[in-house]
């Protein structure tokens, strides 16, 4: 109970400080998860109709998957430089692999009877591709868009050791002075919009699946 009352007071005191990293944390995360979502998209379009690169690709994606977090941010760092720029760089690469992966399995997914039935009718590989295997896969991608925004917003938190903004900057300032109502209130903040943007995702991925079913 008393350190849920340090919180709070942390909270009151540094209000606008904390309105301020919560913004720079939502600019920051948004920026990657755009960018992994665009592009891991077309990757996973492209490589659902090239299968002989889907398991080069997927498993160069796995590669950079594994790798911490951390050692990514320090690899970039002497190429990109510290702050936002490495951040949005180490944070799309992480939320390209999910999407991929998901954009490809989801358009695989599509029955083959459809796809032939629409060839049969004269669409093309665009109409089949944007009008038939995306808006089926649509369950499926929003799943991993799911998973990659949930990621991205609490792996946004190591950025602050590199420079960048956001909330990670109230745990690595209250890891240094030792206090652990700011390292907590950071902490559960990050955590929060996580567990909020799953939910609405989540919301979102049950009326998709619900109409694929009904399809």
Known sequence: ????????????????????????????SATAIVLAG????????????????????????????????????????????????????????YGIMPMVRNTYTGIKEVPEEIVLAAKGMGSTDFQIMTKIKLPMALGVIVAGVRNMVVMTISVAAIASFIGAG?????????????????????????ALLALVSDLLLGKMEKIFKKRRHYQ
């Open 1 to 28: 109970m008393e350190l849920i009352k340090e919180v709070v007071q942390v909270y009151m005191e540094r209000r606008d400080w904390f309105a301020q990293l919560i913004m720079e944390h939502i600019a920051l």
């Open 38 to 93: 665009v592009i891991g998209l077309f990757i996973g379009m492209w490589i659902s109709e090239h299968d002989r690169m889907s398991s080069v690709i997927l498993g160069i994606a796995n590669v950079f998957y594994t790798i911490p977090s951390i050692s990514l941010l320090g690899m970039l760092i002497p190429f990109i430089g510290i702050g936002n720029k490495t951040a949005v760089t180490a944070l799309t690469i």
């Open 166 to 190: 956001g909330l990670g900057v109230a745990i690595y300032r209250g890891i240094t002075i030792y206090n652990t109502a700011l390292t907590f209130g950071g902490s559960f903040l990050i």
